[in-house]
């Protein structure tokens, strides 16, 4: 008698499956309204002052934001001007509504809000270590890294994006509901929607999407069953590839059936909670700390960046199909103090290699991340919605998106 899971050579064993999830949300979410906010007063500082530091924090509830944090640069500008001016583009506005066939009916209004502003000076403690200069006691002369802390970088083949599946997707749908409402076919819609895609994969391929779910605020006056007609049709159906739906894909469309009150009326939001958003919804690893608002002297940003650009040419290159990079700093020093390259049994060369190859192309100093990606630049409000990586459309703004590399790492490996 044949043992039970005893195969013979002439057949395979079952295939493994699993499903994977991942979300986004829009531009109109609490917590990215105070993204867009924080890198908005970036991109401020960095248009006049390129050697702004910038640690910028936004709050908002109700029709209030507040800013907190530290700032150091000679800019001069108005912080509330820079706050409106955000939140007209979201649309958060009641003079948008004019002219329309529909009434501004959001409490938080770019014409009409509370604003405190508790920005103070970067401790120069922290600027001491920073700065490309020396100092008392300072290991080193060199431009030293804004803080301790890990950071993540992945790339994988799934997406022409070189993004994982259900993130990918879950940010295109985001993208699809706010060109449906700031271009007005739908003037129902309003700016606060999140966005999720569940994907299945059979032996680590994405190969159908199980569900959909898409929440979005919409004015009174439009019932459920009709938003639900209508996002199916002008929206999933164009959005998500058609081979990967199928007749058993649940879709989820306002599920609670009512999303009148949203934005910061219903939720307070906050900068820097939606970091898995902002990265591989899940499917690669988060070092935990956030990025808008953040000038490039913190790694938390630029390292992580440095990270997905290298994991992304390693992928192009062909070395394998799918990577993630690791590295970690300590406050103050210069280079790395661990640099780690995982590509999951995908390489295709020794990983060993690889990492030697990664070393000989790139320089992951403070400094060095800096100049590569040319991060001295009021560009940061092109990444902080839909997600920080996967975006293809600016690569002059979005340089860690690039894949510059692919030949220098195949040369070195060679």
């Not at 050579?9 to 867009?36: A, R």
């Not at 030293?144 to 993540?152: E, N």
């Not at 940010?171 to 819609?189: A, E, F, V």
């Not at 199928?246 to 999303?259: K, Q, R, S, V």
Request: net charge negative; proline share 4%.
């Amino acid at each position: 008698m044949r043992p039970k899971n005893h195969f013979p050579q002439t057949q395979l064993p079952l295939m493994s499956s699993f499903i994977f999830s991942s979300e986004s949300v829009t531009e109109g979410h609490p917590d990215k309204v105070c993204d867009t906010i924080s890198d908005a007063v970036l991109d401020a500082c960095l248009a006049q002052d390129t050697n702004s530091r910038v640690a910028c924090e936004t709050m908002v509830k109700d029709n209030a934001v507040v800013l907190g944090g530290e700032i150091t640069t000679s800019a001069e500008f108005d912080m509330s001007m820079v706050v409106k001016n955000a939140l007209i583009d979201i649309n958060y506005d009641s003079k948008y509504a004019e002219g329309t066939d529909y009434t501004y009916d959001c409490k938080f209004d770019a014409q009409n809000f509370f604003f405190m502003d508790l920005l103070g000076q970067q401790s120069p403690d922290i600027a001491q270590g920073v700065d490309a200069a020396a100092a008392d006691n300072k290991e080193t002369a060199e431009q030293g890294a804004g803080d301790q802390g890990i950071m993540f970088g992945y790339a994988c083949n799934e997406t022409p994006q070189l993004m994982p599946a259900a993130i990918a997707y879950s940010h295109q749908l985001g993208q699809g509901i706010t060109k449906l409402r700031k271009d007005r076919t739908h003037t129902w819609l309003r700016p606060d929607s999140k966005t999720q895609v569940s994907v299945e994969y059979v032996d680590n391929k994405p190969t159908r999407i199980t569900a959909v779910v898409v929440s979005t605020m919409h004015a009174e006056g439009i019932t459920t069953p009709e938003i639900r007609e209508i996002l199916k049709k002008d929206l999933i159906e164009k959005v998500l590839p058609q081979d990967l739906l199928t007749e058993d894909t649940a879709y989820h469309i306002n599920p609670t059936g009512l999303f009148i009150i949203g934005g910061p009326e219903g939720d307070c939001g906050l900068t820097g909670r939606k970091i898995i958003v902002d990265t591989y919804g899940g499917m690669g690893r988060h070092g935990g700390g956030a990025f808008s608002g953040k000038d490039p002297s913190k790694v938390d940003r630029s390292a992580a960046y440095m990270c997905r650009w290298v994991a992304k040419n390693i992928v192009a290159a062909g070395l394998a199909t799918r990577c993630e990079l690791q590295t970690a700093y300590a406050i103050g020093f210069p280079d790395p103090v661990s640099l780690r390259v995982d590509t999951f049994g995908t390489n295709t060369v020794d990983e060993a290699k690889i990492e030697a190859a990664v070393k000989e192309v790139f320089s992951f100093k403070a400094g060095d991340i800096v100049s590569q990606l040319n991060l001295l630049r009021p560009i940061f409000s092109k990444s902080t919605n839909y997600g920080h990586f996967g975006r293809e459309e600016d690569t002059d703004a979005l340089t860690w998106e690039k894949t510059d590399k692919v030949d220098a790492l195949k040369n070195a490996i060679s």
